[in-house]
């Protein structure tokens, strides 16, 4: 079964501080990775994908196919980071169909 | 970037009545759109996928009656909640791929929905 896990709901960490947010993933395949940011009142924007192997806003993820992850890292956290980021996947041949992971709130406080 | 535009973005409705929502591609045409659900805080659902042209693939657990989708256009994809209630309040997204962006998927505003 196609599943996402993101085992942290909330994630609160001071300025400057390390982030990693967790994403598991369970798939009979080879699927795309995602990471989609979330804030406050706006839409749902494209952060990573893992075939891209991109730094977006200093968030990298590496996808690691032995441990079924790809977890989101910053070194050092903005309080513009605040905002929720949902891991998501895409099986082979699905043209855009995701399955997403319960998301996880990161609060970045001053 | 491609954008996808959702109207109208708040709606309220009275139980037992029916409300759509449409979701269009800007600048792009979109063979296939997804239709989401999230409850506050809580993760997207996939409820179904709106092809043009065709019927809607709908994901289990999801009344297709309750549930109308219709993509009569490459750029147009509406989803109708028929016989509201108030269960059925929630924050509905679309989304569509862009070809051109290889492949991007892209989403739209979000449409609350409020039945009373």
């Known amino acids: 079964a196609q599943r996402v896990t993101q085992p942290e709901k909330l994630l609160s960490v001071f300025k400057g501080a390390p982030v990693e947010l967790k994403c598991n993933y369970s798939y009979s395949g080879s699927p795309e990775l995602f990471w989609y940011v979330q804030y406050s009142r706006q839409r749902l924007q494209l952060l990573l994908r893992h075939i891209s192997r991109e730094s977006i806003k200093g968030f990298t993820a590496d996808l690691n196919k032995g441990e079924t992850s790809f977890h989101l890292k910053k070194p050092f956290a903005q309080e513009e980071d605040s905002a929720m980021y949902y891991c998501?996947?895409?099986?082979?041949?699905?043209?855009?169909?995701?399955?997403f992971g319960q998301g996880t709130e990161l609060s970045v406080k001053p | 970037g491609a954008v996808v535009s959702q109207h109208p973005s708040r709606v309220i409705c009275k139980s037992g009545t029916s409300v759509k929502i449409e979701c269009r591609s800007l600048?792009?045409?979109?063979?296939?759109m997804f239709w989401y659900r999230q409850f506050p805080k809580q993760s997207l659902m996939l409820m179904a996928t709106s092809n043009e042209g065709s019927k809607a693939t709908y994901e289990q657990g999801v009344e297709k009656d309750k549930f109308l989708i219709n993509h009569a256009s490459l750029t147009l994809s509406t989803l109708t909640v028929t016989s509201a209630h108030p269960e059925d309040s929630s924050f509905y997204i679309c989304?569509?791929?862009?070809?051109?962006?290889?492949?991007?998927?892209?989403f739209g505003e979000g449409s609350w929905l409020t039945v009373v």
């Open positions: 998501a996947l895409s099986g082979n041949n699905q043209g855009g169909k995701l399955i």
């Open positions: 600048d792009f045409q979109a063979t296939t």
């Open positions: 989304s569509a791929p862009s070809a051109a962006s290889g492949n991007t998927i892209y």
